[in-house]
């Protein structure tokens, strides 16, 4: 039996599940209990009053900008917590709607929802919508991070964060830097739905390895055989690179 145990915190799965969001915790939970680490996933609801204090994992998925809203108002009472979390080197991976709530603020039209500013950045809204299927190069995956994004808003890095990747199809953060998602510390922001981390398993193990470091001091992660996960992977780079795929 393993002593490794890591606690994923879900946070607001009933109003931030966009395009399968959701499916990123299962892939962390079978990714851990393939390499006999125990997984303890505990979901947050918009009643609860969470606590981060042994959290190794929160989750955040995106939503529409009015689910967006109540969940901003929401966490924004954790924020002291949450920031406490960051940057003690808690991994939060937060996804389209939840990675805009990262920065300090949400702009739509005339209204701004303060965000909990965990990360330099801020995001206001654009025309069109940015949708599409996405492929990015990161440094944190070894094959290009494959999915698709659907998103009005624009999101502007501050001076020294550093993005998630280089688009390589798609819009990302903003249509224009070139530039998809953040990092910062443990945090990886991301426009990347689909869900992300099926098809992209360098990604879940860049979490989870972050994950086990933070808590045991280092992590040793049994190679998974991942054909299938590849295979997808690449069948989707392909045919947006190779031009089967039009926006
Ligand atoms: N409501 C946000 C936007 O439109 C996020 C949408 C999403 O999570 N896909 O920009």
Known sequence: MSALTLKVAHLYPELLNLYGDSGNILVLNKRMGWRNIQPQVEEVHVDDTPSFADVDIAFVGGGSDREQRIVCERLLREKAELRSFVEDGGVLLAVCGGYQLLGSSYTMGDETVEGLGLVDLYTDRGTPRLIGNVAVESRIS??????????????????GVEPLGKVVFGHGNDGESGEEGCLYKNVVGTYVHGPLLPKNPGVADYVISRALERKYGEANLMRLEDHVELEANRVMYRRLIDGEERE
């Open 142 to 159: 070894p094959q290009p991070i494959v999915g698709y994004e659907n998103h009005g808003g624009r999101t502007h890095l501050g001076p």
